[in-house]
């Protein structure tokens, strides 16, 4: 298993919390796990590191790093504000192929009352709307605020969450794409991640 094939597979792990907040991961558990050298597994732990989902102590090890409101204030008011700029980008420059794969996603949500897939659809759709800008940099940094932001969402009760209103704020977004209204793009998709991370404060307070 390559490096990358490690990093992967432990990512997904610690964002769907089979890796609980603060617990340690043992570097010699992490190889015998994934039939690997200490090579691949340190250079995976180290890219999780900086993207902030552990925390590497010298002479203590690998800890999965906690979730709290303020992790979650923080995600949140850069993601808040690089999702308009995606927005504005993506109303310029998307096109009738990632329309349609925006249109496949809404309709998908519509037949789902599942929040564990109604929130696969949603990064579904963030990412194509993100690829949508053609800037591989802001799709990247916002590929990594998401994956935190999954990771919160998962840490809270799942009961709680409020996903009836998840359709018309797509559809909304999706028709101010057709008509390449950044403005109104951007506006929508702040409000959408401003709903989102009331709804999860709320239950973490």
Do not use: C
Request: charged share 30%; aromatic share 6%; no cysteine.
């Amino acid at each position: 298993m390559s490096e990358n094939a490690v990093y992967k597979e432990l990512k997904k792990q610690i964002i769907l919390l089979e890796h609980k907040p603060g617990s340690v991961l043992r570097e010699k558990d992490v190889m015998e796990s994934f039939g690997v050298s200490r090579t691949p597994v340190r250079e995976a732990l180290m890219r999780l590191e900086m993207e902030g989902l552990v925390r590497i102590i010298p002479n203590v090890g690998t800890i999965v790093a906690d979730i709290s409101f303020q992790q979650l204030k923080d995600v949140f008011e850069v993601r808040s504000y690089l999702v308009k700029l995606s927005g504005q980008l993506a109303a310029a420059r998307i096109t009738e192929e990632e329309l349609a794969e925006v249109r496949l996603r809404i309709a998908d949500m519509k037949e789902t009352k599942d929040p564990k897939t109604l929130m696969r659809l949603d990064g579904e759709l963030h990412s194509i709307i993100n690829g949508a800008t053609k800037n591989e940099v802001l799709f990247k940094m916002l590929k990594t605020l998401h994956d935190q932001a999954v990771r919160i969402w998962t840490f809270s009760p799942e009961e709680a969450t409020h996903w009836g209103e998840f359709v018309g704020e797509f559809e909304e977004i999706a028709a101010a794409l057709e008509k390449h209204d950044g403005e109104a793009t951007a506006k929508l998709l702040e409000k959408h991640t401003k709903r989102f991370v009331e709804n999860i404060r709320s239950q973490l307070i």
